[in-house]
């Protein structure tokens, strides 16, 4: 007999998509159901919900890939629910937390790796499909930054580019062309609803201004009211689609340098780093390698140190990244946008030429990794979700 499944917040199809076929949503749920899918939602804040369509020996699925950004308060949440209930519990995340597992001992089980989150983000079913289309590359010697929801990191990144003339203010009706040179960085500036909305974007300022507790980050009146008075947003350079950052890989991927703003970062004032020292990343990660350009990330310390373990190259031989042993993150930020001032002296142009198979491997190598944890995935449902004979 075939088991009764429940995808309860609408994600099993993002990575189980090729392999499970016949469930319930939970607008069509009734009676109780021997496997339940969950996300982030279903457990921390619905589990009594959740309760009402299990049997005393459901196998309870968390899948957080895409999302494990505040990893730490969905473990702590799973941790104390896993131990309270006799439900056979299953945590499928996207980076490695073995050293978690190790000190904690917690009463579930656990798929991880990034090669999930990169299957996650890369495969045909996935609801926000990373992927490269089909258009002739151009290289330019400059740098590109798609910058979406509003977040501390990405306020003093824009910040920093106007103060050092990085990008040079147009005087102009026209937001979109309110910045005349060759980088291309979009400031969409979001907060929920995915259109840039003036109160949100100077709230946020103001927070940033009272709420600002050194030595997190230096944020004075002078530079709040340069963004507030004298910088013209949203910022839509080169972005196809008004308020949508392109998850395609197309031709406005041209310059060789790509500014990775990630969501974890370590300058919010609830921080926003792992205590268990977990390092996660998105889709953004990915884009510089599926686009064969050169990375910097403003992003969780370690974040460089994951991705060579992985086997990405970062191109040490024309990045320094001394600014990784740099224990401050605002300093180590400022570090990291020298180092892209300096990069934007080099010919780039004539390195990727010379450079072209390691930007090659890179995209190969995204592939790769989606393909493996493809294979974890698959694994897994033969292990976990249907009847063996």
Known sequence: MSKRILDFDHQLGRIFGQLIYDYDNI?????????????????????????????????????????????????DTLSEIS????????????TDISDYL?????????????????YAFTNHYSDGKTFVSNVTEKNTNAFLSYNGSMRT???????????RKIMRLHITTN???????????????????????????????DGMLNDNHPPKYVFTHTDWHILKY??????????????????????????????????????????????????????????????RQIPLFIGPPKLERELRKLGFDLFDDIVDYSFESIDSNYRRFHKKID?????????????????IER?????????????????KIDNFVIDNIYDKK
């Open 230 to 291: 004298e910088t013209p947003l949203p910022i839509f350079t080169d972005v196809q689609h008004p308020n949508l950052i392109p998850n395609e890989i197309d031709g406005s991927y041209e310059p060789i340098i790509n500014v990775v703003t990630e969501n974890t970062h370590g300058f919010e004032k609830d921080d926003d780093l792992s205590k268990y020292d977990i390092t996660t990343f998105t889709e953004k990660t990915l884009k510089p390698f599926l686009a």
């Open 359 to 375: 930007f090659n491997k890179n995209r190969i190598l995204v592939n790769r990794l989606s393909n493996s944890g493809f294979t």
């Open 83 to 94: 131990s309270q209930e006799s439900f056979d519990f299953h945590l499928i995340v996207d």
């Open 175 to 205: 937001p979109q062309h309110s910045y005349d040179n060759s980088n291309i960085a979009s400031f969409l500036f979001y907060q929920s609803n995915k259109e840039f909305n003036r109160k949100d974007y100077v709230a946020f300022l």
């Open 339 to 355: 180092e892209l001032e300096r990069l934007l002296t080099i010919d780039l142009v004539s390195y990727k030429k010379e450079n």
């Open 27 to 75: 607008e069509s749920a009734n009676g109780l159901y021997d496997i339940i899918f969950l996300h982030r939602e279903g457990l921390q804040d619905n589990f009594k919900d959740v309760k009402k369509y299990t049997k005393s020996n459901s196998k309870i699925i968390c899948d957080i890939t895409t999302e494990s950004g505040n990893i730490d308060t969905y473990l």
């Open 102 to 118: 190790k000190k904690n001992n917690p009463n579930f089980k656990c798929l991880s790796g990034y090669d999930l989150g990169i």
């Open 153 to 163: 990191n990405r306020v003093l990144f824009l910040l920093e580019l106007i103060k």
